[in-house]
């Protein structure tokens, strides 16, 4: 990759890997959808702020805002909303778990979607990285029980990694009427906080959120660093690598995120685990290496 790309994929991993320590001054807090709604909310008014101060027009003709609805419904409202219900219902290591399947799913959906080659290398390195994480997780997956409560969480997870690959189909397509990523943002984001807040409402839950330092501290981080700046990255990253390799996040921000558990939560690092670091760093060697190119 370029080391432009590079850059952008470091913050991800980074801001991802940190931003379920916010999540968790939230989650006990408010419902899901009304976390939901407040993060995306605020930030889509910051980057519309942002697009003004550049000049860029954020009315778009209705074929691109079916787009950009689209894909606020399922990356920014459906996905997350999704995954913080299933975090009620699984422990948060097999929910990262799940989402080492991602690479494999954006692949999947390009190749549906826009018929997307699907390079062997890929395929191979997104096999790697997902073998890497469940030896990782192993501990935690042996004690997995089949209840149903288990099992609904099991099948939020993978709704929302479902959801979340699909939202990348739309980010890649509403790219033909010419917006770009800060435009997508403002409109898609703004979508899904909507949608977000129609849902809370829907279910009787009140839009107020509790005014303490800790939740609007965690309320910044995760709008600012976790929603504008990530996602400013990541869709860079899906026009200038593809979806499958920028997927490539959802494996590495688990084992990024289990160092940190390492320093604050004291995790307990077994000797598959350490296996399973490398397993999946070898993938991730193989899923972005440049293919090499014979000069004739």
């Not at 980057?47 to 079916?66: F, I, K, P």
């Not at 409109?187 to 849902?199: E, N, P, V």
Request: with cysteine; net charge positive.
């Amino acid at each position: 990759m370029r080391r432009s790309d590079l850059r952008h994929f470091a913050l991800c991993v980074l801001i991802w890997s940190t931003t379920w320590l916010a999540i968790t001054f939230q989650v006990d807090a408010v419902a899901p959808a009304v976390s939901v709604a407040w993060r995306f909310g605020l930030a889509a008014l910051l980057v519309a702020s942002y697009c003004a101060l550049r000049g860029d027009r954020l009315a778009t003709s209705m074929a691109a805002q079916r787009e950009l609805f689209a894909m606020g419904a399922f990356m920014f409202f459906g996905g997350y909303l999704l995954i913080y219900y299933a975090e009620t219902r699984l422990v948060s290591g097999l929910v990262a778990l799940g989402y080492s399947a991602s690479p494999l799913a954006n692949m999947l959906a390009s190749r549906v979607a826009f018929g997307t080659p699907m390079a062997p290398r890929v395929i191979v390195g997104g096999l790697l990285g997902a073998t890497g994480i469940v030896c990782v997780f192993w501990p935690e997956v042996a004690r997995f029980e089949g209840d149903a409560r288990s099992l609904s969480g099991a099948a939020l997870t993978a709704a929302a990694v479902l959801a979340s690959s699909l939202g990348n189909v739309f980010s890649t397509r509403s790219k033909r009427h010419g917006l770009n990523v800060w435009q997508q943002m403002a409109s898609a984001m703004g979508w899904g906080a909507l949608l977000a807040a129609a849902f809370a409402i829907a279910q009787g839950e009140s839009l107020s959120i509790p005014a303490t330092p800790r939740f609007l501290g965690a309320l910044l981080y995760l709008a600012v660093a976790g929603s504008i700046i990530s996602f400013a990255s990541y869709l860079t990253l899906l026009e200038t690598i593809g979806a499958a390799r920028a997927g490539y996040i959802g494996v590495i921000v688990p084992i990024t995120a289990l160092a940190l558990s390492s320093v604050f939560e004291r995790y307990d690092w077994h000797p598959l685990a350490r296996a399973g670091i490398v397993v999946a760093a070898i993938g991730n060697v193989v899923i972005l290496r440049q293919p090499t190119r014979h000069r004739a």
